[in-house]
């Protein structure tokens, strides 16, 4: 491949709405709302955008609408400028995907400033409706078709984890109590109560071992990002952040595809070329957002992004490695997935929004100390897609 | 924006399967097929594949399976590479959204080899499920609940023409008319038979003035481009087709809000990016497909490209300006969407596909004389978004 001078990308402006169960709010409302407030975060006149991205997983399914990304533009009041505007799905990773194909076009030249959204609405529906969501990330022929769910298949992983490195049940619900305790101190979350270890053990079970403790909840949410490229930074706010590095991965949809089932090769390789395009290595980092859609899945995370050691996820966050004051890196001080919300196609950007906030030093009440380097992960089903970004302080 | 010397985009294989009801198929079947052969066509190797992208519109309703992207890279055999794979969603504009991701990423100069696929599976579904889908690609909430269907919709815009411009009953008719007359001599077309102008008009009525004869079938079906990089052309095909010009545009999602309803101003903003980016005028077009998900959307399409001058779309097509012999253009000698058959996300790739196989001389019994320059056109709803894309023979 030919070695361009490419421009970088920037993170003007970010934003997210409330997460959580929004009934007096589509998700035309939603959308809007988010892309205003990040337009104006960044300072950015609608007549400067080229080109919308948006990542949406279930609009289609929940609410009878695909082909969502004109209905951004009409939002925010910018249908008569005929831009560019596409749809990303990856169940999931479709936020953080979008955002990859954002950060793409600006690196190519062929735009300047890209905004990207994501959303879903999730709660207004049947059980059975929300369901099927779930089951339409993972293989649904080889996987739903003969009665595995999301939950159960990520019960499997928690299992063979628990196997291989001696993981306990308490060590998972520790990655909930964590993600409590991060959520309670973020206003726009949708759970901001802190959780006892022993209450996630003993709630409802979902799929053993999990309860509904381990699994984050369906919301309703939208989030928004607008990019810009170093050509024209300078003439924006002078505390950008940059994208340094972006990684995509995937891998079988079907769990029993894989190499390994308590690893994943797709976050693995997705965080490996995210970092060797920006040039650090994960000791570098102070503050991740990572996938969590289960307890077990951000143990994974941790473990496949190298912010631990293979197998001790459980144990290092029991210790308080991967949070406030003892920790070396604090993981989803936004929450994660569990805490905050999970709008699945609002998440991925969610967690942009999340980390441009902590390196601009705005986190107020969970501010990570001297936070300079920042990453998000964003998967999709049990992680069949993954994607990576490192994102640096501009000042 | 900074003037980058960028690679070009090559086709250097494309295939697609047999478009209409194919009952013994799964989704997954179809867009192996379709891979396996345009990788074949490409003489590229699996481990030569950088990057992988996916249109599809309704599988998340239809079949229940989002995240359709990883399944493409399973069905090749790669899922163990662990590719960027990334679906695309734009209703009907699906699978040209995605070419046009993957033409993107090329120029970016990030990938040298891309594959890009389009799957839809819509025949084995109810009725009322195949309707929901139409419906899903205009707008939802301002349309559809209110009780519009897509076919509704265009049948309004065919009025308008028909007020507007004079354009009479048999005109649109002998789009369709058109149409089944290419489609004949495709070996891969869903309708393989001639219809007469009177059929379609007698058929019955699916929205004033609209018949069943005017309306493109829901289909099954995948198809498949290989595209490249100039960088790496040169040690694969000598005849790949390059890709010279690509331009996308949006409007607002309902009909009603656009500032005509009898032209689009999404296919003439696309058109005129591309046509701009390629150096080319419409005059130097010798085929193009063109989006007829209804005849009325050929007419506008041929108008709003620049074909045929404004509202003269149905009388040119009388007069045999768009088809072989008589038209200095060939419009749709696939078939279009009415007779090849519109599979949603396939259409896009099936219609890059077709200028292909013109463009190397390969149309065996609907060969365009001459072919050098062609043009796709793909549409989603009533045209909200737009992609249009110019390929020139590198011969």
């Known amino acids: 491949m030919r070695r361009i001078d490419r421009p970088e990308a920037h993170v003007l402006g970010v934003s997210h709405t409330r997460f959580g169960e929004q009934w007096e709010k589509s998700f035309r409302d939603l959308m809007t709302e988010a892309g205003l407030a990040a337009l104006q975060d960044a300072g950015v006149q609608g007549d400067e955008i080229d080109a919308v991205f948006v990542g949406t997983m279930s609009t289609g399914k929940l609410v009878g609408q695909e082909h969502i990304a004109p209905l951004l533009l009409d939002g925010a009041g910018l249908a008569d400028r005929h831009l560019p505007a596409t749809r990303i799905e990856a169940a999931g990773a479709s936020g953080g995907l979008a955002f990859r194909q954002a950060v793409q076009l600006i690196r190519s030249g062929s735009a300047d400033v890209v905004v990207v959204g994501g959303v879903e609405k999730m709660t207004d529906v049947s059980d059975a409706d929300a369901q099927a969501i779930g089951s339409s990330g993972i293989d649904q022929e080889w996987e739903h078709f003969v009665g595995a769910t999301e939950a159960a298949l990520h019960a499997l992983v928690a299992k063979l984890h628990m196997a291989e490195h001696g993981t306990t049940r308490e060590q998972l619900a520790a990655i909930a109590v964590q993600n409590h305790a991060h959520g309670a101190r973020n206003p726009l979350a949708q759970f901001r109560k802190e959780i006892e270890l022993e209450a996630v053990v003993k709630a409802p079970k979902v799929a053993e071992p999990l309860t509904v403790l381990d699994c984050a909840p369906l919301s309703d949410g939208a989030a928004c990002a607008v990019l810009c490229s170093g050509d ?26 894989r190499r390994s089932m308590t690893s994943s090769r797709a976050t693995q390789e997705a965080s490996r070329r995210a970092y060797l395009e920006a040039g650090v290595s994960v000791a570098d980092v102070q503050v991740a957002e990572v996938s969590d859609p ?36 604090v993981v989803n001080p936004s929450g994660g997935l569990k805490a905050r ?12 929004a999340e980390v441009v906030w902590q390196l601009r030093g705005e986190a107020n009440g969970r501010q990570v100390k001297d936070a300079r380097i920042g990453i998000t992960h964003n998967t999709g089903g049990t992680g069949a897609t993954a994607v990576v970004h490192v994102l640096e302080s501009g000042l």
Chains 1, 2 share one sequence.
């Open 232 to 257: 024209v930074v300078a003439s924006y706010r002078q505390d950008a952040v940059r994208v340094t590095g972006s990684g995509q991965a995937s891998d079988h949809l079907a769990l029993h595809s």
């Open 341 to 352: 919300g999970n709008p699945a196609g609002a998440t991925g950007i969610a967690q942009v």
């Open 294 to 329: 289960y307890t077990v899945s951000q143990l994974l995370a941790i473990e496949d992004l190298g912010l631990v050691r293979r197998g001790e996820g459980g144990r290092a966050t029991m210790e308080g490695r991967t949070t406030f004051g003892t920790g070396a890196v």
